[in-house]
């Protein structure tokens, strides 16, 4: 749930979502790698000069299969990068700054996948320059053959877009020699025509971060809550705090199994372990008392677009009543529709 990829999507487009608090996180490979049949595809576009083939509906493969596609395009600055990891969040297949000419065959990557990839977004903008004359020829053979595709476009106040811009020192990818509002200028002209044909265009001056997930949440999520994942990490604090923890809770008041000769070599995973420390007093109200505020705390990360939740369990060396404590609190969120994962961070150490 924690493993995220190295890039985050933030940093490509670092004037919107900076500024507006989005935390640096780590999210998923699919967005920096294309697949590699796509590069082979541009790589023969470069070398060969040959036509990139749009057969979205290739011989064996039904028309079901095809996949559904959003475009996400706008302004720099405007949160496309925020809006995509939104997409990515709720299981969407992120593909950033791919070249317009390669939509169709990422299209077609699609529906070879026997249905593992439903749903694709493509941030498409002004980095990809020299193809983004293609995107209107691609969306005409994407609409010939039937794709279900819709364009997301996302506008801003030029005085919104020169404030991100400037408290990031960062500088507009179109102003070259110039300033910040020559860069927006020559931006909008070039995607005037774009805009004009979005399904959805959404205004991210006034909006933070929150409020820009909130939005698309309202688009595309449908009649279904946000999905909340779970990570409950057992840890030593003898070893340190989790530097990724968003919660962290202390089982050092209940009495420790290494004074326990029969029950020192074994873990908090070991049967034996566990009913002795859930046999202690307070452990069970404790886990039941937890979970509760912990279905509080998920309604609120669900409500202000918080995906992600990383619970830290820990006692002084991480091996058995952090352990036993994490194991039953996983299964606990598990139970209540919570994808949950169990990390011991510690065990094994001694």
């Not at 920096?32 to 000069?49: C, L, R």
């Not at 950033?96 to 390669?102: C, E, F, I, M, Q």
């Not at 004009?196 to 009649?223: P, W, Y």
């Not at 279905?295 to 002084?316: P, Q, S, W």
Request: a negative charge; one cysteine or more.
């Amino acid at each position: 749930m924690t493993e995220r990829d190295a890039q985050p999507t933030a940093q490509r487009d670092p004037a919107f979502s900076e500024t507006q608090g989005e935390p640096q996180g780590t999210h998923n490979e699919a967005r920096q790698d294309q697949p590699q049949e796509a590069e082979a595809t541009a790589a023969a576009v470069q070398e060969n000069g040959a036509e990139v083939s749009t057969d979205v509906t290739p011989a064996g493969v039904p028309e079901a299969a095809i996949p559904e596609l959003v475009i996400i395009s706008g302004m720099s600055g405007a949160g496309r990068s925020t809006a995509a990891k939104c997409l990515e969040d709720l299981g969407w297949f992120v593909v950033d700054n791919l070249p317009p000419a390669l939509i169709p065959t990422m299209v077609e990557l699609g529906a070879r996948s026997q249905g593992n990839v439903a749903r694709i977004a493509v941030v498409v903008d002004v980095r990809g320059r020299r193809f983004f004359d293609n995107l209107r020829e691609s969306l005409a053979d994407l609409d010939s053959r039937a794709v279900t595709r819709r364009i997301v476009f996302l506008e801003s106040s030029d005085d919104a877009l020169v404030r991100r811009f400037e408290s990031v020192r960062r500088p507009h990818p179109l102003q070259g020699d110039g300033r910040i509002v020559d860069g927006i200028a020559a931006e909008r002209e070039l995607l005037r025509e774009l805009r004009g044909d979005a399904d959805l265009v959404i205004d991210t001056s006034s909006l933070n971060v929150h409020e820009l997930r909130a939005k698309m949440d309202a688009q595309f999520a449908g009649d279904e809550e946000p999905e909340l994942r779970a990570t409950v990490m057992s840890f030593g604090f003898k070893y340190g705090l989790p530097v990724d923890a968003d919660l962290v809770a202390d089982m050092r008041f209940l009495p420790n199994p290494h004074w326990v000769p029969e029950l020192r070599p074994y873990t908090g995973l070991n049967e034996e372990v566990s009913a002795y420390v859930f046999n202690q007093p307070g452990a069970k109200e404790f886990l039941d008392r937890y979970a509760e505020l912990l279905r509080l705390i998920a309604t609120g990360y669900r409500r202000e677009g918080k995906r992600y939740v990383t619970i830290a369990i820990g006692c002084t060396g991480g091996k058995h009543r952090s352990v036993a404590v994490s194991e039953k609190l996983a299964a606990r969120l598990a139970a209540e529709g919570v994808e949950t994962v169990v990390v011991h961070r510690d065990m094994g150490r001694e």
